[in-house]
Every structure is written in structure tokens, then in C-alpha cells.
């Protein structure tokens, strides 16, 4: 409890607060105060409609995104990036003193700076400015229109689940005794563990071992899968495997882990591969094992709302629930467990809950157009379909691949083992889909979203110009690619005849 830390639990959870008293009954309750119930409650108190909106929430305002998840990963992430340019300044010419120091807590307490920095915008003195009441304790739904926070009785007209979820407990004989980290705890190291064993690589997984190893942990990732990210493009995971092999990561895939035991030297993991036994031992363990959603103790019955303890709160395409009064958004019911995700999810809701009278207008969570970024060096960003989901549908797809080998700012910047991938319908430039693994790759995503939302083709891509030398050019370089593919013999006749007359 530092002054950062501090400073966040008085904007996040004050511990002075006291829950106002309710009103007779609430044009909408939302449990839940991550992205998703923060921007419904917002939207809807912020319309300034005279709505009545209450916030319920058990823990902290802000929720997993703010501070667990996406702001103090991505801080500490900066940091080790530094680390990263460091390591390849001898290629770019420089002479860097190797014995770089570290200061890890300075690291920590700049992300818990940061961090709190942030949080006045989740504030409950923001939201309680902005009109909404907001309640801290667990929400606990009684009958079809009321819930219980704590002792108060709440009555509601409609309400909203977005409670999120929480870190998977791995099932490895052992592992509850001895002790692990998770996204829960880790952020609150102030000492670097000298060694670290990472369960997933998934995004939390792949991005915290590369950080943790390049603030100079040793590190071992182990991944069920053949290859880490496996829910991502292979070539472009594989572009980051071998990135986080070079660094100095112990990659273990296809990997059983089958107990963990505390000895003298630390945290012992015993480990098959193919059969083969194995084992390592570390200072720390950190799981990014996947999540589950946070259905329990919601009392779903009374309200007839269906969930799965795996998938979550069961919702329509309007992510109306089975009780239709009742909406959910976010990681609680969504499989795009993103920020950018809940944040989206929850404005449909508020279309849909409050602004579509008789149903009419509403609007669909199918629509999305949803891209990701894994936050690694290089990073991996993605939108729309992957080859083989144009496969499982039927759909004839082209890729056309430029690889920044060929883009020159990417030599310069000596960052060329990334590429651009770009997918799109067979014989159209329509395109459905897009990898892109470079340095940069979350901030240049967008123009390809933004393309496939406004319904841009190659076509008119190829017609953008695009600043030189930026590494954003492999886009352009895909959409001439394509247009290229556009010259048949007979265009060429055409050509050839047009420059005779010029
Ligand atoms: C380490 C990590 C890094 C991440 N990085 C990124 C990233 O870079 N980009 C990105 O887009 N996404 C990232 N994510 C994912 C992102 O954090 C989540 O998708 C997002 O926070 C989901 O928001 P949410 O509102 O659905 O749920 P949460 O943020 O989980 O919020 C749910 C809230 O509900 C509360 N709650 C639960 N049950 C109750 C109850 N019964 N009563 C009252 N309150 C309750 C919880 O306390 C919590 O505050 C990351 C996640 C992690 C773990
Ligand atoms: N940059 C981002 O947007 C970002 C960053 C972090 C997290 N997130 C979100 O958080 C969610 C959760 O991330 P995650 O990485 O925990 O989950 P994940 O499910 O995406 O990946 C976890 C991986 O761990 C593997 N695994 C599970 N148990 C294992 C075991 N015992 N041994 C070895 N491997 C095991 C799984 O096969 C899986 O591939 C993601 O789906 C993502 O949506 C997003």
C-alpha cells in the first residue's frame, strides 16, 4: 500500500464508502464494474435521460483490465521493450554496456504509478458524478426483479451481468500446496524471482515470459499445444516462438505437467514430453492457463437465467440472456475475453436494453468486427477470419503475403522477420481477414479493420497513399499485390495500345 496503491483504492474502492441508499426502483442494475459494466452503467447514466442506474461491485471499479490485466501487463511490458532495443543495439551499430541493471521494484512501482494514474476515470466519485449509484458488495439476484448487495435490497427493471472472469486453477497434483502466481498476484511482486516457470502460452503466458525474462528472470514457458499461441496463425506464432527462444526462454511444448513439489532450491515441476519425464525448478510459478466466467454465488436460478460453468452466461446474438430483462457483456458470456470486446458488447446492450422499443433496432454481437493484439516483441494482431475458418465454411479465400523483408523500413529498423498476411474472397477484393507480426503490428490493425468494416477493398487500399518509409507500406504493398493479379493478357494488350496513343 504505497501512495500508488493508495491513491488507486481511493478512486477504485474507497474504503470510506458508504452504498447510497436505493431508489424505488432502478431503470437498470449492473453487476459488475470491469470495461464492460463501467461503460453500460456510463452510457446509460451519461445519456443524462434521467435514468436511474446502479453499480454493483464486489472488489475493485475497473475490474481485471485496469488493475490485474491490460494496463500493468502492458506497463511492465514497456519497461522490458527497453530491455529488448538493448539487446539488439550491437546489430543497429551501438555500443551498449551489457550489465544493464535492472531495478525491478522501480519497474513495479511505475506500473502501480501508472496504474493509478488511470484510475480516476473508473472512479466511484466519476460515477457517482455522472448520476449512477454505486454499491460495493457482492450483487446476489433474489426474484425477477430484485437482487441483494450485502443488506440492501435492490430493485430493478433490467439488469446486467458483467462479472467477468477469473484465472483457471491448473490441475497439477500439488500445485494448490506449493503455491502459484497468477494475473491476480503477480502485479504485486516488488522482487524479481530469479527463475519463473509460465503455465500457458496463451497471451497472458507468451507477453508476461517475455517481459519477465527480458527483466531478467530465467524463464520456462510450458504449452500443452505444438506451438505456443496456438489459437493464433501458426507461421506467425512461430515468428514469436523463435523470438522468445533467441531471448534466452526455455520452451517446452506438447508438454504433461504432472506434479509440483516445494524442495530446498524452490518450486520442483515434474514434466512429461512424449513420454519423457522430466523436471525443473524455480523460484515462482505463474499460471495463464485460460479463464473461467464468474457465475457463481449470482443465483442465476432465481432469475431463470442460464449459464455453463465453462462458457458462461448462455446470451443471444443480442446478448440478451434467457431471461430477456436480464443482458450479459463481456468476459463473463463472450469468447473475445478483450477490453475493446466488453467495452463494444456493452454499448450493444445499452442499444438493446434501453433504445429498441418492441425489439425493434437492435443491434447484433455477430456484426463485430473484432481485432486482437497480442502485446509480445513482435506483437501478433489479427482480424477477421483465419484460412482454415474460410476452409470449415466453405469459402474460396486468396492470401497474399508480404513479408518485411521486403518493406524497407522494416530493414532499417532491422525488424524484418515479421510479415502481413491479408485474406481475401477468391476472385474479389473483399477482404476477410489479416495477420499481421511486427514491432508494431496492434497500431497498424486498425486501417484493416477499418477496411473490412466500411467495406474497403484492396482495390481502393492500393489507392491510399502511404507515408515511406513506415512499416505500414506492406499494406499498400498487399493491395497493389492484388492489383496486379488484375493484369491479364488482355488488360496488358489494352496497356500496350494506350501507350502507343500517349
Ligand atoms: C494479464 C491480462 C492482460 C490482459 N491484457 C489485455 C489487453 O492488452 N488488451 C485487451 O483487450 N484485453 C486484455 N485482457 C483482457 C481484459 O482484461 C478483459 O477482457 C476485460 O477486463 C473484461 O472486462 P469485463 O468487464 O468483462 O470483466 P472484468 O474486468 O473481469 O470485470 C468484472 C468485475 O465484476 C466484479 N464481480 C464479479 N462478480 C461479482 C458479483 N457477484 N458482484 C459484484 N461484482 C462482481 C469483479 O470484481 C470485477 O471487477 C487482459 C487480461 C489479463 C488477465
Ligand atoms: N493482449 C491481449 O489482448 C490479451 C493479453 C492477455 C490476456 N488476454 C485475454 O485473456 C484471456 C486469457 O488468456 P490466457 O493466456 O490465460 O488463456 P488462453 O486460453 O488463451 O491460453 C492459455 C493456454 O494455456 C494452455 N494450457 C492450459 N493448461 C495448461 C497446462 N497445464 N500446461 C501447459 N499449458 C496449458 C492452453 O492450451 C492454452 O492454449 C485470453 O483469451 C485473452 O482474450 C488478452
Known amino acids: 500500500m504505497d501512495e500508488y496503491n493508495q491513491k488507486l483504492i481511493a478512486n477504485v474502492h474507497p474504503v470510506n464508502w458508504v452504498n447510497p441508499q436505493p431508489a424505488d426502483n432502478y431503470d437498470l442494475v ?57 539487446w539488439k543495439a550491437q546489430n543497429l551499430g551501438l555500443n551498449v554496456n551489457k550489465n544493464v541493471v535492472v531495478d525491478f ?41 430484485t437482487l441483494q448487495v450485502e443488506d440492501t435490497n435492490i430493485k430493478f427493471k433490467k439488469a446486467v451481468i458483467a462479472t467477468g472472469a477469473r484465472p483457471v486453477k491448473p490441475q497439477i497434483t500439488g500445485i494448490e500446496q506449493v503455491g502459484y502466481l497468477t494475473n491476480e498476484t503477480v502485479f504485486s511482486l516488488i522482487q ?58 526455455r520452451v517446452v511444448l506438447n508438454c504433461k505437467l504432472e506434479e509440483v513439489v516445494t524442495v530446498t532450491e524452490g518450486k520442483r515441476l515434474y514434466f512429461s514430453v512424449n513420454g519423457h519425464r522430466d523436471s525443473v525448478t524455480v523460484d515462482e510459478i505463474l499460471v495463464g492457463a485460460g479463464r ?68 425493434l433496432g437492435k ?37 497474399i503475403k508480404i513479408p518485411f523483408t521486403s518493406v524497407d523500413r522494416a530493414i532499417a529498423d532491422s525488424e524484418e522477420s515479421g ?13 476477410l481477414g489479416a495477420t499481421i507480426v511486427a514491432s508494431h503490428a496492434g497500431e497498424m490493425i486498425s486501417e484493416i479493420t477499418t477496411a473490412i468494416v466500411h467495406q474497403i477493398g484492396l482495390s481502393k487500399l492500393s489507392s491510399v497513399i502511404h507515408p515511406y518509409p513506415t512499416q505500414a507500406e506492406a499494406i499498400k504493398k498487399a493491395a497493389d499485390a492484388y492489383r496486379r493479379t488484375l493484369l491479364t493478357p488482355r488488360t496488358k494488350k489494352i496497356l500496350g495500345f494506350l501507350t502507343k496513343f500517349s
Not at 70 to 77: A, Q, R, T, V
Not at 301 to 309: F, I, M, P, R
Not at 419 to 431: A, M, P, S, V, W
Open 292 to 359: 473461467v466466467p464468474n457465475v457463481e454465488n449470482l443465483n442465476l436460478e432465481a432469475v431463470g437465467v442460464e449459464y455453463d460453468l465453462k462458457e458462461g452466461v448462455k446470451v443471444n446474438d443480442y446478448l440478451q440472456t434467457t431471461n430477456p430483462k436480464i443482458f450479459a457483456a463481456g468476459d463473463v458470456c463472450m469468447n473475445w475475453k478483450f477490453t475493446h470486446a466488453a467495452d463494444a458488447a456493452a454499448r450493444i446492450v445499452i442499444k438493446n436494453a434501453l433504445f429498441a422499443p418492441w425489439g
Open 419 to 431: 510479415f502481413l498476411k491479408i485474406l481475401h474472397k477468391k476472385g474479389t477484393d473483399q477482404i
Open 30 to 86: 449492473v453487476i459488475g464494474a470491469g470495461t464492460a459494466g463501467l461503460v453500460v452503467a456510463a452510457g446509460a447514466a451519461g445519456l443524462d435521460l434521467g435514468l436511474k442506474v446502479a453499480l454493483i461491485e464486489k472488489h475493485l471499479l475497473g475490474g481485471d483490465c485496469l488493475n490485474v490485466g491490460c494496463i500493468p501487463s502492458k506497463s511492465i511490458i514497456r519497461s522490458s521493450r527497453v530491455i529488448g532495443e538493448i
Open 192 to 249: 524479481k524471482p530469479e527463475s519463473l516457470a509460465v503455465i500457458g502460452g496463451g497471451p497472458i503466458g507468451c507477453e508476461l515470459a517475455q517481459a519477465f525474462r527480458r527483466l531478467g528472470a530465467e524463464v520456462v514457458l510450458f504449452h500443452s499445444s505444438s506451438h505456443i499461441l496456438n489459437k493464433e496463425d501458426r507461421e506467425a506464432a512461430e515468428v514469436l516462438q523463435k523470438v522468445l527462444i533467441k531471448e534466452g526462454i
Open 363 to 399: 443491434d447484433r454481437l455477430s456484426k463485430l468486427v473484432m481485432p486482437w493484439v497480442t502485446y509480445t516483441d513482435p506483437e501478433i494482431a489479427h482480424v477477421g477470419i483465419y484460412a482454415e475458418d474460410a476452409q470449415k465454411q466453405g469459402i474460396e479465400v486468396e492470401t
Open 105 to 145: 521494484a522501480s519497474v513495479m512501482a511505475r506500473m502501480r504509478q501508472i496504474r493509478a494514474g488511470i484510475s480516476p476515470h473508473d472512479s466511484a466519485a466519476r460515477f457517482k458524478k455522472l448520476g449512477v449509484d454505486v454499491f460495493f458488495g457482492n450483487g446476489r439476484f433474489t426474484s425477477k426483479n
